[in-house]
């Protein structure tokens, strides 16, 4: 576990945040991933993390939350990345930001050559038991189908809109809590708050639960009281 207080480099195990929308014994066990931010140097530790811990929680299936990679010389890692991980569980993947840089439709092509589902605009049903899970991307219309309904975003923002929407969870990442903590107050961090009002660790409207994950990497690996984490949500 990566909870200590200050953090320097990417040597530590991935923190495994867990959120529980629900307590029965069969809950669907979906891990949340979000900026990874695969770069020359780094990406086959950063991948070797996530794979251990997708493998270590016995993952249902793996929800990639965009900014996957920073060039385009990481395309193939990601590919990789995802094949690893489609050993363990199905792999369902949006974009971020700075995959719109390197371009939505390679990124989308790596995605889906290693084995995974692209899903930015699109909608996936996972059936679990009797049960099914749609998840939709954050350019999907909102569905009314499914027995649980979840968003998978990249940025918070979508919390202002999504949260009227009629989904049970949304997820979204892309703050990486500012990696710097000083406290919590009302489900938000701060001092990111004062800056992203959507600087959340997890919070509800209504019957709609909003997860904000602090992501898995940043550009300059400094973090303080900000866990480089990975969010597994029982639903
Ligand atoms: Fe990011």
């Keep these: 576990m990566s909870t200590g207080v200050l953090e320097i480099g990417l040597n530590r195990a991935l923190h495994v945040r867990e959120e529980r929308l629900s307590t029965r014994h069969d809950a669907c066990r979906l891990m949340y991933v979000s900026d990874i931010h695969l770069r020359r140097g780094r990406s086959d530790r950063l991948c070797r993390q996530v794979i251990e811990s997708v493998h270590q929680c016995g993952t249902d299936a793996v929800l990639l939350g965009g900014d996957l ?33 390197v371009g939505l439709n390679r990124v989308r092509d790596a995605v889906v050559s290693g084995g995974g589902q692209w899903i930015h605009d699109g909608i996936a049903r996972l059936m ?31 919390w202002k809109t999504a949260r009227q929407c009629g989904y049970d969870l949304v997820l979204a990442g892309h703050l990486h809590g500012c990696q710097l903590v000083a406290f919590e107050f009302r489900d938000r961090l701060f001092p990111g708050a004062i800056f992203y009002p959507y600087c959340y660790l997890s919070h509800r409207c209504g019957l709609t639960r909003l997860v904000v994950s602090r992501g898995v990497s940043d550009l300059v690996p400094i973090r303080w009281r900000c866990p480089r984490e990975v969010v597994l949500c029982y639903v």
Excluded: F, W, Y
């Design 128 to 158: 679990h038991g009797s049960r099914v899970i749609t998840v939709s991307g954050p350019e999907a219309a909102p569905q009314a189908d499914g027995d649980v309904r979840i968003l998978c975003a990249h940025n918070p923002r979508i």
């Design 69 to 101: 990679i920073d060039g385009p010389s990481e395309l193939s890692k990601l590919s990789d990345l995802v094949g690893r991980l489609c050993e363990d569980a199905p792999v369902l993947a949006m974009g971020g930001n700075h995959d719109s840089h």
